[in-house]
């Protein structure tokens, strides 16, 4: 394969291998996730552990220093976007009582929740299986997003390739 620079052809992004968190101390920011989301720990590092989100994961790195985040956030796809609100509140943490569902951890880190059912966010179905989440099915709306662009299951767009 040639470098892209040499063509002229650019790269295709195709996603998000994972998002690394900065956290004040790695053992609280396990306990703190750990009463939000029911999750796998992947492996850990020196300073670091991973969350395992099937075929991506959220790296935690202790150490934040900075402010608290504002605008700047990631949105975790989650498939019970009300037990997540649940959780946060009873943990202490404020949110709005209905609707979008966005929180601050204790280190700052800015985090928007959102189902699965609802987006066009889409995993395969193998991934899906292996996670215990096989059984997760979309909304119209997201599926007709999905058509529009033709990436839903069936699609002469989807099928040819």
Same mark, same amino acid.
């Given at each position: ?6 063509? !002229? =052809?650019?790269?295709?992004?195709? @996603?998000?291998? +994972?998002?690394? #968190?900065? %956290?004040?101390?790695? &053992? ?34 202790? !150490? =934040?220093?900075?402010?608290?985040? @504002?605008?700047? +956030?990631?949105? #975790?796809? %989650?498939?019970?976007? &009300? ?79």
């Amino acid at each position: 394969m040639g470098h892209t620079a040499d063509t !002229g =052809r650019k790269a295709r992004a195709l @996603g998000i291998n +994972h998002v690394a #968190l900065e %956290v004040g101390n790695l &053992e609280d920011a396990l306990a703190f996730y750990g009463r939000i989301f029911e999750f796998r720990l992947r492996g850990r590092a020196a300073r670091m552990a991973f969350i395992d989100l099937g075929d991506q994961f959220i790296a935690l790195a202790e !150490g =934040r220093s900075q402010q608290p985040d @504002g605008e700047r +956030h990631f949105v #975790l796809v %989650v498939d019970d976007k &009300e037990a997540v609100r649940s959780a946060l509140v009873a943990a202490g943490v404020k949110v709005r009582r209905s609707g979008g569902l966005d929180f601050i951890d204790p280190w700052g880190n800015h985090v928007q929740v959102v189902q699965y059912s609802e987006i066009q966010f889409t995993k395969a179905a193998e991934i899906l299986a292996g996670m215990g989440a096989g059984h997760l099915q979309k909304s119209a709306a997201a599926l007709e997003e999905l058509r529009q662009k033709g990436l839903a299951p069936g699609n002469a767009a989807t099928s040819s390739r």
